[in-house]
């Protein structure tokens, strides 16, 4: 044991002259043997990032997410971080798998490649298979089964559209009756279209009956029943009839994923200025706002300048317009390029956001401006995290007033491979240049006698 410590613990320090003057052999087990190391460094890596994960341990960095947490603080590309998050989550339900990692004797390659398709059944197949064959073998078997799997969820939901239908027949009453049978998908937008019908109707027959109320107070109670909720659910249905014949075109357009909706947003300019400010501060036709919510939609809206008298009524309305120019935001995006918040790597559904507030008397200048993606701009006016220019700089703060670094500084780690040597041993793990070699002969693989005990125990 002592003398194999001994020799475990050279590949740490050799330098490029001894490298040279190895021998070739001896040079491959060196590899082969840290290569086991690191596969067992990498295994206790992932264990503490799905519990890392799991503990929500990335959130008090304002990034969106786990891999985005690693692609910035670790210096892993967004893609690879993703995938090591897949895998040290599908880790936590495969043990056997994720014992044989933490051993060296799979390579993070064979296990990124059966996380994908295995489950607690097959673990164990799956897990022969990753020691007896290469990782090409693997990979191979592994694309040879989520065709399958994609084959069979395209079998399925082709059934399910060949099954779609509609049917009605007139009843003996004079009324007709409807039946349906719909895809997962299509059916939920019919669902949705039917409650947006739904609340659109409820909202019309509460301003008629205020209204009626307003104009005879003293009016009695006709005595009709409240609607049901299946009646409603039929008068939307109607409805949406209706607005298709109404207009077709606008229902194409619709269709083709045209911009349909509009939020209008009603603040004093008081609110806007200082969150003690007193005003209007309310979506319309809807509830109220957080002052800090109102400001981080006007950053980058379009703005209608409204001055009313002491009662309300408008004196005088002003042109829309925009409260970061066209011009000013090309130029923005095309400096900016997507989120400057540290670690996000955000380009699409930014915002221009307002250093200094435009209401509060900051410029609408590119030296006043940054580009935040939704979440980091909600972040920066009501989560806390601020953003100032310090010396020509965009720096970012926590909540605590802690700068937010755009890079983590690395750090060093002098000797890393001589700890990971020493931290395996004293786990009990020896390593050689065997302990990750596959028990493969030579032999062609064959698919269908591969894929079938996979069958065999997801049916069992």
Not at 164 to 184: H, M, N, Q, T, Y
Not at 292 to 309: G, P, Q
Not at 345 to 367: A, C, K, M, P
């Amino acid at each position: 044991m002592c003398q194999e410590s001994k020799r475990v613990s050279l590949f740490a320090d050799f330098t490029v002259e001894q490298l040279e003057e190895m021998k070739r052999s001896d040079l491959g087990e060196h590899i082969a043997e840290a290569a086991a190391h690191l596969a067992a460094a990498e295994a206790r890596v992932l264990r503490m990032l799905a519990v890392f994960d799991r503990r929500y341990g990335w959130t008090g960095e304002g990034v969106r997410s786990c891999a985005h947490w690693l692609s910035w603080r670790c210096g892993i590309g967004l893609v690879a971080a993703r995938e090591r998050v897949r895998v040290a989550r599908a880790l936590e339900d495969l043990p056997r798998i994720a014992e044989a990692f933490e051993a060296g004797v799979i390579s993070y390659s064979k296990v990124r490649a059966v996380t994908r398709v295995a489950c607690p059944k097959t673990e164990d197949y799956l897990l022969q298979i990753a020691k007896t064959g290469t990782a090409a073998h693997v990979e191979k078997l592994v694309r040879a089964q989520r065709r399958a799997d994609a084959r069979e969820a395209n079998e399925a939901a082709n059934e399910r559209s060949g099954r779609r239908r509609l049917s009605w027949f007139w009843e003996d009453g004079g009324c007709l009756v409807i039946k349906a049978v719909l895809p997962p998908e299509e059916g939920a937008l019919f669902l949705e279209g039917l409650a947006s019908a739904e609340a659109r109707l409820r909202e019309e027959r509460e301003e008629r009956e205020e209204r009626e109320e307003r104009e005879d107070a003293s009016a009695e109670s006709s005595g009709v029943p409240p609607e049901s909720a299946k009646a409603r659910k039929a008068d939307a249905l109607v409805a949406l009839s209706e607005a298709w014949l109404a207009a077709p075109a606008s229902a194409e357009r619709a269709l083709k994923g045209a911009e349909r909706h509009q939020v209008v947003v009603h603040v004093g300019l008081p609110v806007l200025q200082d969150d003690a400010g007193e005003g209007c501060c309310a979506v319309e036709d809807g509830p109220a706002l957080a002052p800090e919510t109102a400001r981080r939609l006007a950053c980058d809206a379009s703005v209608i300048k409204v001055l009313e008298d002491s009662v309300g009524q408008p004196l005088s309305v002003g042109r829309k317009t925009r409260s970061i120019p066209p011009a000013i935001s090309r130029a923005l995006r095309l400096r900016d390029g997507g989120c400057r918040f540290p670690g996000c790597t955000n380009r699409r559904y930014v915002d221009g956001h307002h250093i200094q507030h435009w209401s509060q008397g900051g410029e609408t200048s590119l030296f006043n401006l940054v580009l935040l993606c939704r979440h980091h701009h909600r972040l920066v006016h009501e989560g806390g995290f601020s953003v100032q220019r310090e010396g020509g700089a965009v720096v970012f703060r926590r909540p605590d007033g802690t700068v937010l670094p755009v890079t983590p500084p690395p750090r060093a780690r002098p000797a890393a491979a001589r700890r990971i040597v020493e931290s395996n041993a004293a786990l009990g793990l020896v390593m050689t240049p065997k302990t990750a070699y596959p028990g493969w002969r030579g032999e062609r693989m064959d698919l269908g006698m591969a894929l079938d005990p996979i069958r065999a125990r997801r049916a069992g």
